[in-house]
């Protein structure tokens, strides 16, 4: 197990250290960088005092040396005007386009996209399991059908049109502004209990209109799997033996079409932080989406380097998480070859 | 007459299909005796296992019980109509795996591989017995330790997939019996496992039937069986019964030509040479008549011939650790196919037949020795050929898979199935592809009209007749046939035998054909080569290795085919001791120490025997 785990550290490591260059690299290809080209137009504008401090910051990130060093004094191996000072000694950069560090950009914003994505995550397994189960045990019944249509339907509709839809009724009916994840009066305050409830209150319509799509397309999946198993030899060896229909379906059938929603969790975790981009942005979310967008179209290098570096990161971890997790529930993985 | 234990009277069951309702069960009437074992026997779709299922109410949903009564007397408690009862009312779930139990075909799939046997075992007891879960774990060691788990301790915990199949059977039948129920319905218990473990398992039922005094409907295609182990028989046909009686009356004295035709259906030791076996439908084939082998020059001497073959495979030994097991599965094998010749290689499930079968046709590579084959030009060695010589090779030699469903697109259709060698092999036009498939399909004895249809739509032996005429489409002139008959039933199995031997004889073709069944080796091979861990143990000429089988794991083979001969019974008590595959439990001369290969001796013409290198030496 401890080799098992030294093995995959070792290669996540690898892997990590690849995408970090490809990202930081890809970022780079546009020609010119974010400071160039603002002091261009500082230039064309005279204001020379702006001018100044452009260049001092090219000087202090060192955005005039070739861009493997750059890539080097990123990720901290190399040390830049400040000395070692990269991801690796938990320094994330400087935001130039919000003139402020990286950490204090996202602050909120990264862990209001997770409780966003996590309340939606956990939405669509509440809301999708048991309709699953519900139109795979009475296939073909008109319940199953209902529940596939309302699903296609579910699948079909644009999540950023139902967001703008829900936006104007529930201003109409309501009154309700449903923009922003807390009433506009509390932004910029500290977290109080008022603050909290408004951000419970907004947090229902994102969490639906994100969260519907995905629960159509995990009813269908969550059907198909259950299905599956339901003909399988051993269901029929849990009813012979007396066991209530309810209680074998769970233990048996239900338990083994989870497998590959397990697998799934390496995708779902940066899902959580770049998923929803669009909704974010009508919605007017303080998530990660939105800051990640305008970061790529500006060239504002470190802040969209290390948005793309976290994805990265909960990436792989992810895929640990769904390994051990299928290892620990799954014996034929975890036993697989010995005999 | 004391009252029977189970008494089913006109029963019916109809399915609900796309094509309209379908009546498999119609108007069934037999009983089963208290503590008496009863054989319900029939072909595929003849409705054995809808009537089992109906006796537990555990009927798919487009069945359903649609008139008749199954009357239940249940020795400790009242009488109860199980037709009448709600699939999911409270008495069923208390009937149901509490006082009437099923073990079924496949204990892979039968068990689930995420959950422990302990786990699955108890669960029985606790659904049905007040206990607590320590004494439940305590009963489920118990039986276990009854069922013949070497360490009942550790069985808990492990996993189905961790067994062997006979294990898993083992393990299947003390959940099924540790509720100690009044009936217990073996569905086909034994078809999927190898000759030595079916008749240790039926020793097993049979023990604990004795022990327990409960009934058992056992359900099966293998007239062998039935003469070993049941009291009365009931034999089904298309969802009737045709006939009932004594296990003596069924077998001295069968009256229904059904039964009759089912019983010269099945391969018997006793056959003379050139008996023929009678399936109960033959293929009847024009083309196949008046077919013959296509011109080319014969090789003089064996067309195949396989030297001194090994293969190894590393494991590792789990997931977590990085250990590395070798297993030697295939250890310095020689087979030889003479022209037009069958070559029977016998053993049980794991003894490496597959893998040589693999290895001949460069599915796989070996570790050392030589596949040699002889087009006629002198033989060459498979794993060097290249080019235009190795496609020649892959025209010659073509395989027959073991299982019919799963050996064939399913969506291609009969046509595109058979013209596909030939379009990957770019022969003929397609005018010439078309009649070649009409050809074909004449020689398996298919309509012509099935051209069109896909396989979902035949039945198993004729999918395996599907399966054949695939492989002949290329005129190859040896057929590797991998247990092509294990999944069919007793009657199907006669006509694909029999369909395998006129092909033989019309189109000149050389088999190595696989099995772990010895009756259907015997019927249809020339030469046997008895198979155990990777090494051939014996190989000798059919007559001779019948009548004079030396080596002890031929011996144990030969002992637990169960012949349909009531007055030849197996002997269960030689059989109990699991010692004949494990080579260094061999008796002298033939122990082979661990890591040894040993050698083989000839001691009549044609017939070797492997000895250890001791007794070798000593001998000469």
């Keep these: 197990m401890i080799r ?154 644009p999540s950023f049109l139902l967001a703008l839809i829900l936006l104007y009724y529930a201003n109409r009916w309501f009154d309700v502004s449903i923009g922003g994840l807390y009433d506009a009066k509390f932004a910029g305050q500290p977290w109080t209990w008022e603050k909290v409830r408004s951000l419970l209150s907004h947090l229902v319509v994102p969490t639906l209109v994100i969260g519907l799509g995905g629960t159509a397309a995990m009813i269908r999946r969550m059907r198909a799997n259950l299905l599956d198993e339901l003909g399988k030899q051993y269901y029929v060896t849990a009813k012979a033996k007396g066991l209530a229909p309810r209680t074998a379906l769970l233990k048996y059938p239900f338990r083994m079409s989870l497998n590959p929603f397990i697998a799934d ?31 790529l179209k500006s060239q504002d290098q470190f802040l969209a380097g290390f948005i793309l570096m976290f994805v990265a990161v909960l990436t792989v971890v992810g895929m640990l998480i769904s390994d051990l997790l299928l290892a620990w529930l799954d014996p034929r993985i975890r036993l697989g070859g010995r005999r | 007459m004391e009252t029977p234990l189970l008494s089913i009277r006109q029963l019916t069951v109809d399915f609900k299909a796309e094509t309209g309702d379908f009546r498999a069960v119609n108007g069934l009437s037999f009983d089963i005796p208290k503590g008496k074992t009863v ?13 089992a299922h109906a006796i537990l109410q555990i009927l798919s949903k487009k069945a359903h019980i649609s008139g008749g009564s199954i009357v239940f007397n249940d020795p400790q408690n009242a009488s109860y109509d199980i037709a009448a ?145 049941a009291d009365e028989v009931v034999v089904m046909y298309r969802g009737r019964v045709t006939e009932t009686g004594s296990r003596e009356d069924i077998f001295r004295n069968a009256q229904h030509p059904y039964l009759q035709a089912l019983m010269r259906a099945v391969p018997r030791f006793a056959m003379a040479p050139d008996e023929r076996l009678t399936p109960i439908r033959e293929i009847k084939s024009a083309t196949l008549a008046s077919a013959h082998a296509p011109e080319r020059i014969e090789p003089k001497g064996p067309i195949l011939k396989v030297e001194n073959l090994t293969k190894s495979y590393t494991l590792r030994a789990g997931w977590f650790s990085g250990k590395m097991l070798k297993i030697r599965a295939v250890s310095d094998v020689n087979l030889s196919l003479p022209v037009g010749k069958t070559l029977g290689l016998v053993g049980e499930s794991g003894c490496g037949k597959t893998t040589v079968s693999k290895m001949i046709m460069r599915a796989m590579h070996q570790d050392s020795g030589r596949v040699l084959f002889d087009n006629g030009l002198g033989p060459r060695d498979v794993f060097e050929l290249q080019g235009d010589a190795l496609t020649e090779y ?51 004895g298919l309509d012509k009209r099935s051209l069109r249809r896909y396989p979902h739509s035949f039945s198993g032996g004729q999918r395996q007749r599907l399966g054949i005429a695939r492989a002949l489409a290329l005129e190859p002139r040896v057929l590797l046939c991998d247990e092509p008959v294990s999944a069919l039933d007793v009657s199907v199995q ?127």
């Design chain 1, 265 to 295: 969790i390496g995708n779902l975790l940066p899902h959580l932080i770049s998923g929803s981009v669009l909704v974010s942005l009508v919605l007017s979310l303080p998530t990660v989406g939105p800051i990640l967008l305008s970061a």
């Design chain 2, 494 to 620: 006669a006509q694909v035998l029999n369909l395998l031997k006129d092909l033989q004889s019309a189109l000149g073709l050389s088999y190595l054909f696989v099995s772990h069944n010895l009756a259907v080796v015997d019927y249809i091979a020339d030469t046997i080569a008895v198979m155990c861990r990777g090494y051939i143990v014996e190989e000798a000429p059919k007559i001779s290795l019948f009548r004079n089988p030396v080596h002890p794991y031929t011996q144990a083979l030969l002992a637990a085919v169960p012949d349909p001969d009531i007055d030849r019974p197996l002997d269960f008590a030689k059989l109990r001791a699991d010692r004949f595959s494990a080579p260094s439990q061999w008796p002298e001369p033939f122990r082979l120490l661990h890591g040894e290969a040993g050698v083989m001796k000839e001691i009549e013409p044609g017939h070797k025997v492997r000895l250890s290198y001791r007794a070798a030496q000593e001998a000469a």
């Design chain 2, 39 to 51: 054989a319900l026997v029939g072909e595929s779709g003849s409705g054995k296992s809808v009537t």
């Design chain 1, 4 to 157: 098992f785990l030294l093995r995959r550290f070792a290669t996540m490591a690898v892997t990590l250290v690849i995408i970090s260059a490809l990202v930081f690299f890809i970022i780079k290809l546009p020609p010119g960088d974010f400071l160039t080209n603002q002091i261009a137009e500082l230039r064309a504008q005279g204001e020379s005092a702006s001018i100044a401090k452009a260049e001092f910051l090219i000087k202090q990130y060192g955005l005039d040396r070739p861009a493997w060093e750059q890539y080097l004094v990123w990720i901290g191996v190399m040390p830049g005007p400040n000395g070692f000072s990269g991801l690796l000694q938990g320094d994330w950069g400087w935001s130039f386009e919000y003139d402020k560090p990286v950490t204090e950009v996202l602050g909120d914003a990264l862990w209001l996209t997770l409780l966003v994505n996590l309340a939606v995550v956990i939405f669509i397994h509440l809301v999708s399991i048991p309709i699953a189960i519900y139109s795979a045990t009475r296939q073909y019944s008109l319940g199953d059908y209902i529940a596939t249509f309302i699903g296609y339907i579910g699948l079909a509709t």
């Design chain 2, 394 to 444: 892959r025209r010659s030699v073509q395989f027959i898979f073991q299982d019919p469903f799963s050996s064939l697109n399913p969506r291609m259709t009969v046509y595109e199935i058979l013209t596909e060698p030939l379009r990957i092999h770019e022969i003929g036009t397609p005018d010439e592809r078309y009649a070649r498939a009409k050809q074909l399909l004449d020689m398996v």
């Design chain 2, 85 to 229: 009862l709600g699939a999911e009312s409270d008495a069923m779930h208390a009937l149901r795996g509490g006082r009437i139990a099923m073990i079924f075909q496949e204990p892979m799939t039968s068990l689930s591989p995420l959950h422990t046997i302990g786990d699955q075992i108890s669960e029985a007891l606790l659904i049905h017995a007040r206990v607590s879960r320590g004494e439940a774990r305590k009963r489920t060691m118990d039986k276990l330790a009854r069922v013949g788990f070497p360490d009942p301790k550790r069985a808990l915990t492990t996993y189905p997939f961790e067994l062997s199949g006979g294990l898993r059977q083992r393990a299947m039948i003390a959940m099924a019996l540790i509720t100690r129920p009044a009936l217990l319905i073996a569905d086909e218990p034994t078809t999927a496992l190898d000759v030595t473990t079916q008749a240790q398992i039926l020793d097993l039922i049979k023990e604990l039937q004795a022990e327990t005094g409960m009934s058992v409907l056992l359900i099966t295609h293998d007239l062998g069986v039935v003469a070993n182990i």
